[in-house]
């Protein structure tokens, strides 16, 4: 079965960056689609940008402009690149996948935008 781990996550000040890596154990070329998802304090989950095995990709209104999803199928590894933090952006990131009949999260990383 897939794992996916998800890592890069920190505290960074308002107006910063950070690349946050998912790593799939299995062969990630096999994966159609490879979804980040954003969980805040209080809040419901929220979808942030996906990318798909022909690099279409999609991103949240709140985060077009600003984040930069890519996937490297030779590392197996799945980038969400964030620019301009702001405090609004702090939540667990989650990296989702459906690898039928699986329904794949990871354990998340909290990003953490303060000053």
């Known amino acids: 079965q897939v794992q996916l781990v998800e890592s890069g996550g920190g505290l960074v000040q308002p107006g910063g960056s950070l690349r946050l890596s998912c790593a799939a154990s299995g062969r990630l070329a096999s994966i159609y689609q490879v979804n980040w998802y954003r969980q805040a304090p209080g809040k419901e989950q929220e979808f942030v940008a996906l990318?798909?095995?022909?690099?279409?990709?999609n991103y949240a209104d709140s985060v077009k402009g600003r984040f930069i999803i890519s996937r490297d199928n030779a590392k197996n590894t799945v980038y969400l690149e964030m620019n301009s933090l702001k405090p609004e952006d702090t939540a667990v990131y989650y990296c989702?996948?459906?690898?039928?009949?699986?329904?794949?999260w990871g354990q998340g990383t909290q990003v953490t935008v303060s000053s």
């Open positions: 990318v798909t095995v022909g690099g279409i990709t």
């Open positions: 989702n996948a459906y690898v039928p009949p699986d329904d794949l």
